[in-house]
């Protein structure tokens, strides 16, 4: 049997740390985006969401593609649910200020920082912070729980360590809840190589989501490889192209093991159920 390690935040495992209940996995997933991400970077990451979702044999989980919300008026009452409204809220609480980066000491991409290039900078952890708290997702206020996958064309940038030193990332994930993912990562690749991006884009964003739904990454020819987390561009990129290659685009994204795993996170069996209570 495989091993499935259960995502536990929190002491209770059927609750996430912001306390709504997370017992059903066959949440919807919505996709969000920041303003400027084109249409030619969301399309592969809802296909790679599609094909993920049907791999695993997850029926009835609906993909929403919920664009910027920019323009949305919530007709509600609710201060809170005003106040989460749009996607350029979450980016602009995010936003790195010039206060912080003189306190903070980049280790990569620093110089960048402090000179103030012309890409946006923000603070992963303050997103998946918003995405978590969000109430948005809350039944005490008549909304669906859901999956968040935020794609930004701004970079990301995450703690490291202590806190001391700020790390560039490619994405950033709470499991069980929501990712944020930078489509900068794929800008090795000309934009004007339309379809070289759109692979890439696929492959990526299936290893950020399985991240997302819970998977450890493996030894496979699989997106979740673990080449997908080298901090090295070129291998990333390097495999990636491996996979395309092995024409995993259409057929499988994901490997044998993977696949199970991803299907008993939605599909739970009896037997899987009760090792998850016992742990
Ligand atoms: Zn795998």
Redo the contacts with the bound molecule.
Sequence with gaps: MVGFDTITIGKNKNFCRNGFNRSNKKMPLYIAHEEGVTVWDIWPAIRAATELLKSANAKGMQILNIGTLNNYKPETNSLELQKYASVEWYIANAIYTPEMTDKEIPEEGGQQILAGSETKKLRAEQLLEDLTKEPWRDPKQGRENHYDFLIVNSELYMPRGNGNRTIKVDAAVEPGICAVMSVTQFDYIRSDDKRTRHEHIIIGTAYHLGKLYGLES?N?A?A??KQMESTDANSVRNYRSFLIHKNVLGKNL??D??RYKLNDYFNPTLFSKIRNIFG
């Design positions: 493996c496979k699989c979740m490889n994901l490997c093991d993977c």
